[in-house]
C-alpha cells in the first residue's frame, strides 16, 4: 500500500492500481487453464484455452533452432524482420490479390494480441466509439478500455450466428471510429459472408471508420469462404489486418503477429508497439518467414486435419447430449447446455473440471451482458485426436 503524503496527518491509503485495471477480471481462459492444471495436473484435458498439443512443423523448429545457433539473438528492427515483413506481403498478394508494401504498411508485434492494442492504441481517441459483434474474443472489451474508447456491441444470434442489419445500422454514428470484425470467428466459428462484409464495409465508408479485421483463423474454414474486408472496394485505405503465426502454425507460445495496414496508419502503430514492446522474438520472427513460405500442401494438410478433429468434437458432443453450433471455421465449438443441465455456464464449467476432469469457457465470458451466454460452453479442439478420444469417454461418462 503507499501512503498519500500530500496527506498529512490525515493521510488516507490509496489504492494500489488504477481504476483502469477494475475495469476488467482476469481472463476467464487463462482462469480455467489454470484451474484444470491445479485440479489434475498433466491428466486433466484442456479443451478451454485454443492452443494444439501436437507438434509444430518440423521445418519452423528447424528454422528457428538455425536462427539461434546463427546468432540471431539481438534485438530485430522495431517493426519487425524484413524477410518476414516480405513473406506477409508475398502472402497477402498471393492469397487474397493485395498490393502490400513491406517496408511501409506491415508491422510485427508479439502475436495478434499486442498487434490489437497496439493498433487501438495507435488510432483511437478517448470517446471514440468502437463496435464489436457479441459474443466475442475477450481481449477486445479490454482492449477498447485500455485505448480510452467505448464499445458498443452488435449481437450475433444463434444458432447461425447472424446479426441484424439494422442492429448494426444503428450502432454507428459520427462517434464511432472503428469496427473490430473477427473472421473466421472465435467463439462461434463463424465465418462472415461476402454480402455481410460489404454492409460492414458500406458503413465503414458512409461513417468515415477504419475496419480493424482479426484474421488469425483465416486458413481454418470448413464452409463458406474467407473474405478479407480489406479486397472489398474502398476499404484497403481504412482497414487493418490483423494476423499471427500462433493458430496456423501451432506456435501460440512463440507469440508473433502482424498488422498490415496503409502506411499512415502503419506508422502510428509502429511508434505505440516501439514503446509497447520494442519487437517479437527475434530468432521466430526469422522463423516465421519460413511458416509463410510453406508449401500449399500444408495448409490443406492443416485443415483435413482440423475437418477430422471438428467432426470428432462435433460427435461428441451431440452424443453427450449438448446441443452445438456447427463452426464453419476457426476451431472452436459454442454448446448449449440447456438439456444437460439447469446450472449456470460458470457452474457447470467448474463441475466438469471437478467431476470429469475437462476444461471449457463459460459462454457468458464472450459477451458483456453475461446473461446472453450464461446456458452456453465454448468447446477449443485444437487437440491430438487421441486427446478428442480420451475427452468423449470423460464427457459420454458424464451422462
Ligand atoms: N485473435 C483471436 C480471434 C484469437 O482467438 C486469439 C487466440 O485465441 C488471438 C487473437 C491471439 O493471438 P496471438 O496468440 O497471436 O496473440
Same mark, same amino acid.
Given at each position: ?60 523448429? &528447424? ?39 513491406? &517496408?511501409? &504498411? ?98 465503414? *465508408? ?8 482479426? &484474421? ?76 509463410? *513460405? ?55 464449467? *467448474? ?23 450464461? *446456458? ?24
Amino acid at each position: 500500500m503507499t501512503l498519500d503524503s500530500t496527506q498529512g496527518a490525515e493521510a488516507r491509503v490509496r489504492d494500489p492500481f488504477s481504476s483502469l485495471s477494475t475495469r476488467f477480471t482476469e481472463s476467464v481462459i487463462r482462469e480455467m487453464t489454470r484451474l484444470i492444471l491445479a485440479a489434475h495436473g498433466d491428466q486433466g484435458i484442456n479443451l478451454a484455452q485454443g492452443f494444439p498439443d501436437f507438434a509444430a512443423p518440423e521445418a519452423i523448429k &528447424e528454422a528457428a533452432c538455425a536462427a539461434i545457433r546463427g546468432d540471431v539473438n539481438q534485438y530485430a528492427i522495431t517493426w519487425g524482420n524484413a524477410d518476414l515483413r516480405h513473406a506477409v506481403a508475398a502472402q497477402m498478394g498471393r492469397l487474397h490479390g493485395l498490393d502490400v508494401d513491406p &517496408e511501409r &504498411e506491415v508491422t510485427v508485434c508479439c502475436g495478434a494480441t499486442e498487434t490489437m492494442v497496439a493498433t487501438l492504441l495507435a488510432v483511437l481517441e478517448r470517446g471514440d466509439e468502437v463496435v464489436i459483434f457479441e459474443p466475442f474474443y475477450e481481449n477486445y472489451g479490454p482492449d477498447c478500455l485500455i485505448s480510452g474508447a467505448t464499445p458498443r456491441y452488435v449481437p450475433l444470434r444463434p444458432p447461425a450466428w447472424d446479426f441484424d442489419p439494422d442492429e448494426l445500422r444503428a450502432a454507428f454514428s459520427p462517434r464511432t471510429r472503428a469496427v473490430i470484425v473477427n473472421t473466421p470467428h472465435n467463439p462461434t466459428g463463424k465465418v462472415f459472408s461476402r454480402a455481410e462484409l460489404e454492409l460492414i464495409a458500406e458503413l465503414c *465508408r458512409r461513417f468515415d471508420v477504419l475496419a480493424v479485421t482479426d &484474421e488469425i483463423y483465416e486458413h481454418l474454414v470448413y464452409a463458406g469462404q474467407h473474405v478479407p474486408i480489406a479486397t472489398l472496394p474502398g476499404m484497403r485505405e481504412r482497414t487493418v489486418t490483423v494476423n499471427g503465426l500462433s493458430k496456423t502454425y501451432s506456435v501460440t507460445g512463440w507469440r508473433v503477429g502482424y498488422a498490415v495496414a496503409p502506411a499512415a496508419i502503419t506508422d502510428a502503430l509502429r511508434k505505440v508497439h516501439d514503446f509497447l514492446t520494442v519487437g517479437a522474438a527475434a530468432p521466430l520472427q526469422v522463423a516465421g518467414a519460413a511458416a509463410l *513460405r510453406l508449401p500449399d500442401s500444408y495448409y490443406q494438410n492443416l485443415l483435413a486435419g482440423y475437418r477430422e478433429r471438428r467432426q470428432h468434437m462435433l460427435d461428441t458432443l451431440d452424443r453427450a447430449g449438448f446441443r452445438a453450433y456447427p463452426p464453419d471455421g476457426a476451431y472452436y465449438v459454442m454448446a448449449g447446455i440447456e438439456d444437460l443441465t439447469d446450472e449456470d455456464d460458470v457452474g457447470f464449467s *467448474r463441475r466438469l473440471i471437478a467431476d470429469a476432469a475437462v476444461a471449457v469457457v463459460p459462454g457468458s465470458s464472450f459477451y458483456a451482458e453475461p446473461e446472453l451466454g450464461r *446456458r452456453m460452453v465454448r468447446f477449443a479442439f485444437p487437440k491430438r485426436m487421441a486427446t478428442l478420444e480420451a475427452a468423449r469417454e470423460r464427457l459420454l461418462a458424464l451422462r
